[in-house]
């Protein structure tokens, strides 16, 4: 997942999409790329925020209504709550994990890596 801020203001917007290198083609990743985000811990116990590092105010945010996936500028937007809270679902007899809207469980993040 890879979150670029740059397209927008102070409120909702930005691109959340894939980065894809080829074969041993990947650059070092350093901490300020698009592509690393940090998990912060919220009030309730295994939910959180997806931030970007690259971009401090920047938080992902998905609509589950429209199937929209972006960004918002800070945790103080008044639909955070609904839109930029996450959780990981395990996945039975398995090490992976889904991830959910905290306050919507049936929407997930898909990522999808065309070539």
Do not use: H
């Not at 709550?81 to 395990?90: A, D, I």
Request: charged content about 15%; hydrophobic content about 40%; aromatic content about 8%.
């Amino acid at each position: 997942m890879r979150m670029d801020a740059t397209p927008f203001g102070k409120t909702i917007g930005g691109t959340v999409n894939c980065q894809a290198y080829a074969v041993d083609t990947q650059p070092p990743i350093n901490k300020n790329d698009w592509e690393v985000v940090e998990l912060v811990s919220l009030s309730n116990p295994g939910v959180f925020a997806i931030q970007s590092t690259a971009n401090r105010n920047a938080f992902l945010r998905m609509d589950g209504s429209t199937g929209t996936v972006n960004q918002q500028w800070e945790m103080s937007q008044p639909d955070f709550q609904n839109t930029g809270v996450f959780q990981l679902v395990s996945i039975p007899n398995s090490p992976a994990f889904a991830l959910c809207l905290a306050n919507s469980p049936n929407v997930y993040l898909r990522v999808t890596v065309a070539r």
